[in-house]
């Protein structure tokens, strides 16, 4: 599970009587599924995971789970060489009659019609080798009534084939492939650190009674709503204006581009990756904050003070002197170092500082190339290169609170 998109999928897959509480964790890959046994076995719930494309197996309430994804990145991979190689063999036929590389690439003309037709066949395969991993997860999404990434991008390039854009469908399918990869890493990264910064799997983050942040509560609700708006915006693009000006193919092209970008994914993972990594890294400063909503209110307290702090709506206890219940607690301290609390409000507000950065560089990409495609400014490709360049740099960005520090706090209005 690499998205939220998958997320989403796998929700739509247990909707089912049954099935309880879904405990999703995006940076560690896993989601934990409460269920009755009695209503809906085991072999039930795993193969209604399997049905999506996505590996599911049986633990325990608190085992440590293990890494199962690595073979079918591996396959990923492969199947993303073999897109760019039969890509290079398109453009090195169609250059060889050319021109010039640029008119290799883009085609003859100005409707970018007029490549070889051994170029064509060799951008089909780099298409067909693109897509082959993500067509089974686009189908499935289809099948449970969900447009993701998967079915937009295998639209995309579809749709480019159609007008003759065959550089183009075989761009988008090659780079997303790529794309999907990057994000594989990057989550990697941020997983891998934070393993390797607690000594295990980063899922305590998002256990069961821990609160989520406002935020990233927002951001799902803002998703659901802002992929179907998108989609049909693309249905719009590509319909309306060729009713007045008559160029078909045109909007048709920049309707695909809308598609690409109906996807929030970078905007979707900005959240859960910043909290994950300043909770953890807080614990290993003997900090723990019950989930990511109390961050957020330890960052408007005006003071690092049990006084100011309680008036955040933040509750915090030392662990050597328990005098209130755990359940009523939001922040545990160690006690171990003097300045805990200068630490706990000054990590908050990096935390929601970085948080803030995240959901802007998201949605202000986003907006560029929405605008930038209504204009023919912005290539099919480009839209998918800038997609997923936004999701590895909000991850990035957020593992920077890995690294903890103390800074002296000034007194902030409330």
Not at 400 to 406: A, P, S, Y
Request: charged share 15%; with cysteine; net charge negative.
């Amino acid at each position: 599970m690499d998205c939220a998109d998958e997320a989403a999928l796998i929700r739509r897959a247990l909707n089912r009587p049954g099935i309880g509480e879904l405990t999703f964790d995006l940076v560690g890959r896993r989601v934990d599924v409460t269920y009755d046994p009695s209503v809906v076995p085991a072999a039930a719930v795993l193969a209604a995971v399997a049905a999506t494309g996505l590996t599911a197996h049986v633990h325990d309430a608190g085992d440590v789970v293990g890494d199962d994804h690595h073979h079918h990145h591996d396959t990923a991979r492969w199947w993303a060489a073999a897109s760019l190689a039969a890509f290079l063999l398109g453009w090195l036929i169609d250059g060889y009659f050319s021109d010039s590389w640029s008119e290799a690439l883009l085609g003859h003309g100005d409707d970018g019609h007029g490549h070889q037709r051994g170029a064509v066949v060799a951008y089909g395969l780099s298409a067909a080798a693109g897509l082959a991993p993500m067509i089974p997860r686009a189908v499935a999404s289809l099948r449970h009534l969900h447009l993701d990434m998967h079915v937009l991008v295998c639209l995309s390039a579809i749709g480019a084939a159609m007008i003759g854009q065959w550089a183009e469908a075989a761009a988008v399918a090659f780079l997303f492939a790529a794309a999907h990869l990057m994000e594989a890493w990057s989550i990697d990264r941020a997983r891998h650190a934070v393993a390797h910064l607690v000594g295990h799997e980063p899922g305590w983050g998002e256990d069961r009674g821990h609160e989520s942040a406002n935020v990233e509560r927002w951001i799902e609700k803002f998703a659901a709503v802002y992929t179907p708006v998108v989609t049909f915006a693309a249905l719009a693009v590509a319909l309306g204006p060729p009713l007045v000006d008559g160029r078909w193919e045109t909007w048709f092209y920049r309707g695909l581009i809308f598609l690409v970008l109906a996807c929030p994914c970078a905007l979707v993972i900005s959240t859960p990756v910043t909290v994950v990594a300043a909770l953890t890294s807080a614990a290993r400063r003997g900090v723990l904050f019950k989930g990511g909503a109390p961050l957020e209110r330890a960052a408007t307290a005006s003071l690092p003070t049990v006084p100011a702090l309680a008036a955040a709506g933040v509750v915090v206890q030392c662990r050597t002197s328990a005098t209130v219940p755990l359940e009523k607690v939001d922040v545990v301290l160690t006690c171990d170092h003097p300045e805990d609390l200068a630490f706990l409000v000054g990590h908050a507000r990096r935390a929601v500082s970085v948080i803030r950065q995240n959901v802007t560089l998201a949605l202000a990409t986003k907006a560029a190339f929405l605008i930038s495609a209504l204009f023919g400014a912005a290539p099919l490709w480009l839209a998918v290169l800038a997609d997923t360049g936004a999701t590895v740099a909000v991850t990035l960005n957020g593992l920077r609170l890995l690294r903890t520090r103390v800074k002296p706090l000034r007194e902030t209005a409330v």
